[in-house]
T-cell receptor, first 114, second 114 residues
Framework: DAKTTQPTSMDCAEGRAANLPCNHSTISGNEYVYWYRQIHSQGPQYIIHGLKNNETNEMASLIITEDRKSSTLILPHATLRDTAVYYCIVRVATGTGTASKLTFGTGTRLQVTL | ETGVTQSPTHLIKTRGQQVTLRCSSQSGHNTVSWYQQALGQGPQFIFQYYREEENGRGNFPPRFSGLQFPNYSSELNVNALELDDSALYLC?????????????FGQGTRLTVV
């Protein structure tokens, strides 16, 4: 029941900006967009999240369109260590009280090359 | 590195057996969620515990059960293991179950059922 669509794979040259797109056209008004990445079979690593405003932290920037139907994760200067699977996730309520869950799709495999 | 630790890192069980996986949440985090990640797939939500109570559940059968302790650490129990239960099991802790709260994952437990 993933609510996001991402390209299967992308390439990026080291030192360049990596722009990873995500469509979430059925997102509800109070649902947040999260980005995680996963290297090999390690645990997913939190990158950033947002509701409707653009967000920036030390790892990345998140640009959310005004209609909230899509977003872009920007890694400003990609390095080889950024090679990973990147998941765009809409955090949804599970329907019971306060609970919410991260609904992962299959993500985008980003390959950073020399 | 997050403060979420899981044990064991790997284990092998026989079909029909029972298994218990453990998760220590990050300091100050009262919410723990468990996810199952099959090979080549994104993680799938199993359930969430908040202040020692199950707070939400995904589409997993009752033979998947859990506990959360007063120190907010958690266990995932799986009875009557099946071959399809072979997967990476991930736990994630967060300050609360709210949708705007980031969740931090452990490194996972790799379960192989033979």
């Amino acid at each position: 029941d993933a609510k996001t669509t991402q390209p299967t794979s992308m390439d990026c040259a080291e030192g360049r900006a990596a722009n990873l797109p995500c469509n979430h056209s059925t997102i509800s008004g109070n649902e947040y967009v999260y980005w995680y990445r996963q290297i090999h079979s390690q645990g997913p690593q939190y990158i950033i999240h947002g509701l409707k405003n653009n967000e920036t932290n030390e790892m990345a920037s998140l640009i959310i369109t005004e209609d909230r139907k899509s977003s872009t994760l920007i890694l400003p200067h990609a390095t080889l260590r950024d090679t990973a699977v990147y998941y765009c996730i809409v955090r949804v309520a599970t329907g019971t009280g306060t609970a919410s869950k991260l609904t992962f799709g299959t993500g985008t495999r980003l390959q950073v090359t020399l | 590195e997050t403060g979420v630790t899981q044990s064991p890192t790997h284990l092998i069980k026989t079909r029909g057996q029972q298994v218990t996986l453990r998760c220590s949440s990050q300091s100050g985090h009262n919410t723990v969620s468990w996810y199952q990640q099959a090979l080549g797939q994104g993680p799938q939500f199993i359930f969430q515990y908040y202040r020692e109570e199950e707070n939400g559940r995904g589409n997993f059968p009752p033979r998947f059960s859990g506990l959360q302790f007063p120190n907010y650490s958690s266990e995932l129990n799986v009875n009557a293991l099946e071959l399809d239960d072979s997967a990476l099991y991930l736990c994630a802790s967060s300050l609360s179950p709210a949708r705007n709260t980031e969740a931090f994952f452990g490194q996972g437990t790799r379960l192989t059922v033979v």
